[in-house]
């Protein structure tokens, strides 16, 4: 049983496409995120969505549009892919308690995005 | 803005001995720091979660501390096995972001046999 699950797990392609990545979680949470690792290997977020709602938003080009149809989904989709873009990308999530500081977030096993 | 850096970069140790691995973050005000490993090729998973409130916890073999004054945590992993290898993560969440981790750049780990 996989907690939070991304699809496709490898993905290439051509510039100035546009693609998908979905991510589910069965973990019963509310909060979900998308983080991006560079080649660099730092891991930064771009967004997260809280109910469905959109609550973070880092400086992210507006060519990547997150949707969350629902608590347990989080697509991230990418209009005009860029030779920058090519990075993994990892979903994430968390159940937000009521003290603030005790939640774990569950990671993806990421998707490897390779724009040519 | 919270910054984490992680130093060293890479770490090779000859099995069965100790590792210690250093985190440090430039603002004090957070609600937690977290140590996740990070296999090639796989995602992250988190190791152990210090509150604020808290000066360590311990996992098995892991046993992570914390001092929030001086913007530093040390993971200690014990009687290392070749298992062990793999990329060592820590990350805050500041108090002025909500739920958002800041990652530190990680440490590579590799344990000889």
């Known amino acids: 049983d996989t907690a939070v699950s991304q699809t496709p797990k490898y993905l290439v392609t051509q510039m100035g496409n546009d693609k998908s990545i979905k991510c589910e979680q069965n973990l019963g949470h509310d909060t979900m995120y998308w983080y991006k690792q560079d080649s660099k290997k730092f891991l930064k977020i771009m967004f997260s969505y809280n109910n469905k709602e959109l609550i973070i938003n880092e400086t992210v080009p507006n060519r990547f549009s997150p949707k969350s149809p629902d608590k347990a989904h989080l697509n991230l989709h990418i209009n005009s892919l860029e030779l920058g873009d090519s990075a993994v990308y990892f979903c994430a999530s968390s159940q937000v308690l009521r003290l603030a500081g005790q939640e774990t977030q569950y990671f993806g096993p990421g998707t490897r995005l390779l724009v040519l | 803005k919270q910054e984490v850096t992680q130093i060293p970069a890479a770490l090779s140790v000859p099995e069965g001995e100790n590792l210690v691995l250093n985190c440090s973050f430039t603002?004090?005000?957070?609600?937690?720091l977290q140590w996740f490993r990070q296999d090639p090729g796989k995602g992250l998973t988190s190791l152990l979660l210090?509150?604020?409130?808290?000066r360590e916890q311990t996992s098995g073999r892991l046993n992570a501390s914390l001092d929030k004054s001086s913007g530093r945590s040390t993971l200690y992993i014990a009687a290392s096995q070749p298992g062990d290898s793999a990329t060592y993560l820590c990350a805050v969440t500041p108090k002025a972001a909500g739920n958002k981790l800041t990652f530190g750049g990680g440490t590579r780990v590799l344990v000889k046999p």
């Open positions: 603002d004090s005000a957070i609600y937690n």
């Open positions: 210090i509150q604020s409130s808290q």
